[in-house]
């Protein structure tokens, strides 16, 4: 088992940066892919941006390459999305994922949750 504890968001102005954290604990598997992905009312869970046990690639969602920025801190276990140049329609609950072998973009597809944060972007 994995358990993911969650930390940042908040709410920020448009153009504004935000930061979030992920902390993971539990067993760790040697080519795990931690990420993010994002839920806003109304809409399905989507893949925001992924990285890998080494940190060496990384995945990012369209909407949000060039403005978010993930990286990973294995001695720590911990996993940071940089939120820059923010937009109303990055408003959503914020995920941290977990999967054990290698990156999943579908949502019914990831091994492990955290329990969310939510990120508000006012315009």
């Known amino acids: 088992q994995v358990q993911l504890v969650e930390s940042g968001g908040g709410w920020v102005q448009a153009g504004g940066s935000l930061r979030l954290s992920c902390a993971a604990s539990?067993?760790?598997?040697?080519?795990?892919?931690m990420g993010w992905f994002r839920q806003a009312p109304g809409k399905e869970r989507e893949f925001v941006a992924a990285?890998?046990?080494?940190?060496?690639?990384?995945y990012y969602a369209d909407s949000v390459k060039g403005r978010f920025t993930i990286s990973r801190d294995n001695a720590k276990n911990t996993v940071t999305l940089q939120m820059n140049s923010l937009k109303p329609e990055d408003t959503a609950v914020y995920y941290c994922?977990?999967?054990?072998?290698?990156?999943?973009?579908?949502?019914?597809?990831?091994?492990?949750w955290g329990q969310g944060t939510q990120v508000t972007v006012s315009s």
């Open positions: 994922s977990y999967n054990r072998y290698s990156t999943r973009y579908a949502a019914n597809q990831v091994d492990y």
């Open positions: 539990g067993r760790a598997y040697s080519n795990s892919v």
């Open positions: 990285i890998s046990r080494s940190g060496g690639t990384t």
